[in-house]
């Protein structure tokens, strides 16, 4: 784990805080936009999935069609492609500045172990043909182990998910 990582994450003797959960938000959007994709990839627990529902009604990601429904081995086959020397749409990389606001923990349950937060969040990312955004709001389902919070699930509701997209291969 790195030095930002353990300083954003309490330990179980600790209470969930505001600045915990903020912090841990703001350290992952940071490795995502310094892509640090491996320790990303390792915020998420085990069986951790990251989803990006096609309507912002969706509750259930396997029985309707989602723009991106990804457990560990779909996650790592992602960073793989995005590291590929020859994945034409990173030539050049793509490079993203995540903003995130609105941060409200909206549950603590299992005496803190699990949390729920809600935030808001804009990303632009460029690649070669230009920049675009991205903007909507973030659920994530955390864990509280003693390595500090890990993400359970990921849910990245797109103000615009029913529009039509250049495929979204970066993390959101």
Not at 5 to 14: I, K, M, V
Not at 54 to 61: F, I, S, V
Request: proline share 3%.
């Amino acid at each position: 784990m790195t030095e930002a990582a353990s300083r954003a994450e309490p330990s179980l003797d600790n209470q969930v805080t505001y600045e915990s959960v903020r912090d841990f938000l703001y350290l992952e959007a940071r490795l995502l936009d310094q892509r640090k994709f491996e320790e990303w990839n390792e915020l998420f627990t085990p069986d951790g999935k990251y989803w990006i529902p096609l309507a912002a009604d969706q509750h259930d990601p396997i029985n309707h069609l989602s723009l991106v429904y990804e457990d560990a081995m779909m996650r790592q086959v992602r960073i793989n492609r995005l590291r590929h020397d020859r994945a034409w749409s990173q030539q050049p990389a793509s490079r993203t500045s995540h903003a995130i606001s609105c941060i409200v923990i909206e549950a603590v349950a299992d005496h803190g172990k699990r949390i729920v937060v809600g935030s808001s969040f804009h990303m632009s990312e460029w690649r070669n043909f230009g920049q675009r955004t991205f903007a909507g709001l973030a659920t994530h389902q955390l864990s509280l182990t003693t390595d500090g919070y890990r993400i359970l699930e990921k849910r990245v509701d797109l103000i615009n998910s029913g529009d039509a997209f250049e495929p979204i291969e970066v993390f959101i």
